[in-house]
């Protein structure tokens, strides 16, 4: 028997396992995260200049049922011809030489007929145009 007494060795710590764990925990949470990457679109806004408009005109509304109806101010044409669009425009804009014309057509009208209204707005030199929709009224 040996009774002297033995050298103790100091306990090592094995660090091994701990980073094991460390590194699956990390490749867990790069796994699980979401890389979201939001698109945009670069808009460039007009910049008001700041004119004060002095006269504020009455814009023209042109508008345009389902059936192809066309009504000008207070002027009602059921189908009509090129010719009477240009006369009935040029009379009801008078004396103005660049008015604002809108063009308010039904959602189902045919699209030949906003066509027409825009060429013909275009024809006489008018620049200021604007563009609109009508739902249909629907009866149940």
Not at 38 to 46: G, I
Not at 58 to 81: H, N, R, V, Y
């Amino acid at each position: 028997m040996n009774l002297a007494p033995q050298k103790s060795e100091d306990p090592d710590v094995n660090i091994t396992p701990m980073i094991d764990v460390v590194f699956l925990l990390l490749l867990f949470f790069m796994v699980s995260t979401s890389f979201i990457r939001e698109s945009s679109m670069k808009v460039d806004l007009p910049q008001a200049d700041g004119e004060v408009v002095t006269t504020k005109q009455q814009p023209i509304d042109i508008i345009i049922s389902a059936e192809g109806q066309f009504t000008i101010g207070s002027t009602i044409l059921s189908k009509p011809e090129k010719k009477q669009l240009v006369e009935l425009l040029k009379q009801t804009v008078g004396d103005n030489e660049d008015p604002h014309i809108i063009i308010s057509a039904d959602a189902t009208s045919d699209y030949q007929d906003i066509v027409t209204a825009m060429d013909i707005a275009q024809q006489l030199g008018y620049t200021r145009l604007t563009l609109a929709t009508r739902q249909t009224e629907k009866t149940q």
